[in-house]
């Protein structure tokens, strides 16, 4: 079939443009994987360093670059770290998990009460009080360090699982981002709850919670991860190494293993190893949440 020469001069034009524009886009997806990679490769090689050297005879530490997987495989930096008793760290882990749980349980029950009344009640000055409110997530949290310490001090629980709880339970950022999600929830369904003669609370419980599950465990993921990596708070507040969170105890690592840099990295692993678990586990909720949190804000 023969086409004239100005439709086929077109066409081939047409093609030679569709192929620079294939090319094109091929090789910025080629650039930004290869960018991606180098991010996960510089992200990740600190975390995969420290689980090799924690399975590293101590005169293996410190060999070449091409020995990063340790010649001769060891459990006994984890076998010491978990035994000695000067370094407590099952101790440690249940302090931890005792206070994180905790915290987090009242920590999204204030915030999200806090943002139900932002969104569904109506007062006087609510709007004025929430950017009042907001406005102090730009005052650095090492300013208040010396007024909690005083307060909890005052209160008697120094070496007390509440002087790392209830400080943090102040925070903002929670009340921001289930605010911004509930906003996002129309109103028919208080009215339609209302009909059926519920009342506030059983809106809040029955209706609002159910809905706000990927917020919920997004902002737990966050709350979890900020308590359990809190390092300088809970060692400001304990003074006896049997009340210290695992975090803070590896202070003590590092007093007694001072130039042991397999098991430092022992007890640094067994403190990371939950975190991880709790963000693979909440993974979807996670980026569900923060989809749908900055589409609706």
């Given at each position: 079939?023969n086409?004239?020469?100005?439709?086929?001069?077109?066409l081939?034009s047409?093609?030679?443009?569709?192929k620079?524009?294939?090319?094109?886009?091929?090789?910025?997806?080629?650039a930004?994987?290869?960018a991606?990679l180098?991010?996960?490769?510089?992200?990740?090689l600190?975390?995969?360093w420290?689980?090799?050297?924690?399975?590293?005879y101590e005169d293996?530490v410190?060999?070449?670059?091409?020995?990063?997987f340790?010649?001769?495989?060891t459990?006994?930096?984890?076998s010491?770290?978990f035994?000695?008793?000067?370094t407590?760290?099952?101790?440690?882990?249940?302090?931890s998990?005792?206070?994180?749980v905790?915290?987090?349980?009242?920590?999204?029950l204030?915030?999200?009460?806090?943002?139900?009344g932002?969104?569904?009640l109506?007062?006087?000055g609510?709007?004025t009080l929430?950017?009042?409110?907001?406005?102090s997530m730009?005052?650095?949290?090492?300013?208040?360090?010396?007024?909690?310490y005083?307060?909890?001090y005052?209160?008697?629980l120094?070496d007390?699982?509440?002087a790392?709880?209830l400080?943090?339970?102040?925070?903002v950022f929670?009340v921001?981002?289930?605010?911004?999600?509930?906003t996002?929830?129309?109103?028919?369904y208080?009215?339609?709850a209302?009909?059926d003669?519920?009342g506030?609370f059983r809106?809040?419980?029955h209706?609002?919670l159910p809905?706000?599950?990927?917020?919920?465990?997004?902002?737990a993921?966050?709350?979890?991860?900020?308590?359990w990596n809190?390092?300088i708070?809970?060692l400001m507040?304990t003074?006896?190494?049997e009340?210290r969170?695992l975090?803070?105890g590896?202070?003590?690592f590092?007093?007694?293993y001072?130039?042991?840099?397999?098991?430092l990295m022992?007890g640094?692993?067994a403190?990371?190893i939950p975190?991880?678990?709790?963000?693979?586990?909440?993974?979807?909720?996670?980026i569900?949440?923060i989809?749908?949190?900055g589409?609706?804000?």
């Amino acid at each position: 079939m023969n086409l004239p020469k100005n439709i086929s001069e077109k066409l081939i034009s047409k093609i030679s443009l569709l192929k620079r524009r294939g090319l094109r886009r091929n090789f910025l997806s080629a650039a930004v994987f290869v960018a991606l990679l180098l991010l996960l490769i510089v992200v990740f090689l600190p975390t995969l360093w420290g689980l090799s050297t924690s399975f590293k005879y101590e005169d293996d530490v410190f060999e070449t670059i091409t020995s990063f997987f340790p010649k001769r495989w060891t459990l006994t930096n984890y076998s010491e770290v978990f035994s000695n008793p000067y370094t407590p760290i099952l101790r440690w882990f249940f302090n931890s998990v005792k206070i994180v749980v905790t915290y987090v349980f009242l920590y999204l029950l204030i915030t999200s009460l806090a943002s139900f009344g932002f969104t569904r009640l109506r007062f006087k000055g609510r709007e004025t009080l929430f950017w009042i409110c907001l406005s102090s997530m730009m005052v650095p949290g090492v300013i208040n360090m010396i007024p909690n310490y005083a307060i909890i001090y005052r209160l008697n629980l120094i070496d007390n699982m509440f002087a790392m709880i209830l400080p943090g339970l102040s925070g903002v950022f929670g009340v921001f981002l289930l605010r911004q999600f509930m906003t996002g929830i129309p109103r028919e369904y208080d009215e339609a709850a209302k009909i059926d003669g519920a009342g506030k609370f059983r809106i809040y419980f029955h209706i609002i919670l159910p809905m706000c599950v990927p917020a919920l465990v997004t902002l737990a993921i966050f709350s979890f991860q900020g308590n359990w990596n809190d390092y300088i708070w809970p060692l400001m507040v304990t003074n006896q190494p049997e009340t210290r969170t695992l975090t803070a105890g590896m202070s003590t690592f590092i007093e007694r293993y001072a130039h042991q840099y397999g098991k430092l990295m022992a007890g640094a692993m067994a403190s990371a190893i939950p975190v991880l678990l709790v963000f693979l586990v909440g993974q979807k909720y996670f980026i569900r949440g923060i989809s749908i949190g900055g589409i609706k804000g």
